[in-house]
């Protein structure tokens, strides 16, 4: 097949050329047989589509995604894995997105002029596993649409060049409809109108600000994420999020969707957690808005690692992990950030490729898509539902997504904004422990949830402990006022969980970063709570001889300078409400500050000031004014001692007694103290205050702003504007 074949652009890809030029030299060169090979399309709705072949057959069009690895493939109708010489990789089905692009194709074909007064026939998307000797061990209906060389037609795989040529197809359609043959005239005419529709060589160069789009990552019907790289430094990495906006849709609908790209870079502005994916810029692009994110090349997706690589966990492992979900979480709802679609398909995972010792190599999570998240500027907390904070279903990513979903959401009535994390951070756990997702339809959640009050991971794991079967229960329970109320109160019962499931010997040391409960540090450190994890650090409820406190741990040994500075301003402060620092030290290789506990424990976990707002509601106006004096002590004093906190908010005070039993406001949490005066970004929006930084003095009035509105958010729990 020579004239009728058009080469929109030559292959760079070895394999890809040797598929195609094994399909090329079997069609026949005849009517209505054509064949366009490696291009790309813009679609009604503004997305970039490749193509690796097309053809145009005796009954229907062919679009053919190559795959070429070698080895063997095993995998269902969602995900398959290839293994191959030891090494295995996991990724969706790829028959899935072909469809999408099969369905678009046939849409702007049939709005082309050439295509205008008859129907476009059938455009079935087909896989060819093209590399020569590999054992197709798919199951099922995973099988279907999937094509192979001829000599696979013995291991049950349809030859590519018999569906091709027509040869190998029904003779009617699903629903009995004979097929019609296609006329050389029609394929002339789908000649025209791939023509008029602009098909062009596939530019897997395509500029985005200083990065080239190099490989569709995901798409859904809201966005397009992309791994790109830089145009000067080829090696750096980035994920590119394009919001691609349709050519014939209405203005509202083009607002709606730079209005989503906008307000996720605004939702994570200030937002600076080791387990949330960064987002570093936001640019434009023809196609429409776009967001740019770091990116780990060797990152899955939460349920594609599951499904191909949940065998390595062990139960440390899958705690791990759900322990790493849920600090995260629990970071950003600090930071009144609730992301409400939470699932496998919204978090990343790295596994590392070798050991790091001392520490054991654990997967590394990332959460990500918060296009539908809320941040709420007002209060501390609130279940009331308003056109604010209400869900925009038609702008939710994956669908698979739904099946974490707490009911109240999915039936569009009113909802308690965290306890939406609470339910899908229990059905996550769900699948990481059972290593199945809770259910399969939407229909089958709400009835496990509504038969059995909560899921069950009994039905799906055997041998699950009590505390394991209760944190999953408590956490998903279909009547919200029954569900867990915080993310805090999920790592308490984790933590029950983990010395329910896990044991430690006695002597033996573990790393800071993987402790659990009664496990030792170096240093003679018995762990006895996690209490979170930050940007920098994570904080542990530790005790040594005799004495209980709290070490704060630097994430990494390139944080260790900041935590030591923060204990060197420490130690020359001594005042009754900040906290006292006993130590500076070295643990495993990370700084720590072991230091008194800044408050008293009033419920599981809760010793600050918003977890005590969270608990118990507004404050008494005793305590409120007795608060406000301390603030305005305390902050005096730093004032004249020349420290500056930089980040003041209820999160970073805790409440402890004084010697005669009265509740007293501790300070802590110095680590943004010798942040330069004219980074005006430090601290937590947006509690840092409103004042360019022209000068230090500007100082003492960016703390007063922020005890002000800390004070007045402790009275009735909202921020006021006092300005």
């Not at 394999?15 to 009604?44: G, H, M, T």
């Not at 992309?226 to 849709?249: C, D, G, K, N």
Request: some cysteine; charged content about 25%.
């Amino acid at each position: 097949m020579s004239h009728r074949w058009i080469e929109v652009a030559e292959s760079a890809y070895p394999w890809e050329k040797a598929a195609l030029s094994y399909v090329r030299e079997r069609l026949p060169e005849q009517d209505p047989f054509r064949a366009w090979s490696n291009f790309e399309f813009i679609a009604e709705d503004g997305s970039i589509n490749e193509v690796d072949l097309l053809v145009v057959s005796l009954y229907k069009i062919y679009l053919v995604e190559i795959k070429s690895r070698p080895g063997r493939v095993t995998g269902d109708a969602g995900t398959w894995t290839w293994t191959h010489e030891g090494r295995t990789y996991t990724d969706d089905n790829p028959l899935l997105l072909a469809n999408r692009k099969a369905k678009k194709l046939k849409a702007l074909l049939q709005h082309q002029k050439a295509l205008s007064k008859t129907r476009v026939p059938y455009i079935e998307p087909g896989i060819f596993l093209s590399a020569p000797g590999l054992r197709c061990e798919l199951a099922g209906v995973a099988r279907h649409g999937v094509y192979g060389r001829q000599e696979h037609a013995t291991a049950g795989l349809p030859d590519i060049i018999s569906v091709l040529r027509g040869t190998a197809e029904p003779l009617a359609g699903g629903l009995g409809t004979p097929f019609q043959r296609i006329a050389p005239a029609l394929s002339q005419a789908i000649a025209r109108a791939i023509e008029q529709a602009g098909i062009r060589p596939s530019q897997r160069a395509r500029r985005v600000g200083d990065y080239v789009l190099q490989r569709l990552l995901r798409e859904s019907d809201v966005s397009q994420d992309w791994e790109a790289s830089h145009v000067r430094f080829p090696t750096i990495m980035r994920r590119v999020r394009l919001y691609p906006q349709a050519l014939h849709v209405t203005d509202l609908h083009r607002t709606e969707r730079r209005q989503a790209a906008e307000r996720e870079f605004r939702l994570l502005e200030g937002i600076n957690h080791s387990g949330i994916l960064k987002a570093e810029g936001f640019t434009e692009h023809e196609r429409g808005p776009a967001l740019i994110f770091e990116h780990d090349p060797d990152a899955e997706r939460l349920e594609v690692f599951l499904y191909g690589r949940g065998g390595t966990l062990d139960v440390g492992g899958r705690l791990n992990v759900v322990r790493q979900i849920a600090e995260t979480l629990q970071y950003a709802h600090e930071r009144r950030l609730y992301h409400r679609t939470l699932s496998p398909q919204t978090i990343l995972i790295t596994a590392p490729a070798s050991p790091m010792p001392p520490i054991s190599p654990q997967p590394l999570v990332k959460i990500f898509d918060w296009q539908t998240a809320w941040r709420d500027s007002t209060s501390a907390g609130t279940a009331r539902l308003t056109a604010e904070n209400s869900l925009h279903l038609g702008l939710f990513g994956d669908k698979q997504s739904l099946l974490y979903m707490a009911p109240e959401a999915i039936a569009g009535i009113a909802f308690d904004t965290p306890k939406l994390d609470i339910f899908a951070l229990g059905a996550i756990a769900y699948h990481v422990f059972s290593g199945r997702a809770p259910a399969t339809t939407i229909e089958e959640l709400q009835q496990k949830c509504d038969v059995g009050r909560g899921l069950h991971i009994s039905e799906a794991m055997d041998g699950a402990g009590q505390a394991l079967q209760d944190l999953i229960q408590d956490s998903t329970r279909p009547n919200v006022e029954d569900r867990l109320s915080t993310v805090q109160e999920f790592l308490a019962r984790l933590a029950q969980v983990e010395q329910e499931l896990t044991t430690s010997a006695a002597e033996e040391e573990v790393h800071p970063l993987a402790a659990s409960p009664n496990d030792r540090l170096e240093g003679g450190f018995i762990v006895k709570k996690r209490l979170g994890k930050g940007s920098t650090s994570v904080a542990l409820l530790v005790e040594r001889d005799g004495r209980e406190g709290v070490l704060k741990v630097a994430l990494d040994p390139s944080q260790n300078a900041r935590l030591v500075e923060e204990g060197q301003i420490l130690r020359k402060l001594r005042h009754q409400n900040i906290v006292e620092c006993y130590e500076h030290t070295e643990v495993s290789g990370h700084a720590a500050l072991f230091m008194a506990v800044a408050g008293v424990e009033i419920t599981s976990g809760a010793y600050t000031l918003a977890q005590r707002i969270r608990s118990e509601g507004r404050l008494s106006l005793d305590l409120l004014q007795r608060f406000g004096e301390e603030f305005l002590v305390v902050t005096d004093w730093l004032e004249q001692n020349g420290i500056s906190h930089r980040d003041i908010k209820p999160d970073n005070i805790g409440v402890g007694r004084t010697p005669s039993g009265k509740l007293t406001l501790i300070l802590f949490d110095f680590s943004l103290s010798t942040t330069p005066v004219d980074n005006i970004r430090a601290g937590t929006p947006p509690l840092p205050g409103p004042f360019p930084a022209a000068s230090q003095a500007l100082g003492p009035l960016r703390r007063a702003f922020c005890c002000r509105h800390d004070v007045v958010r402790d009275g009735d729990g909202h921020v006021a504007d006092l300005g």
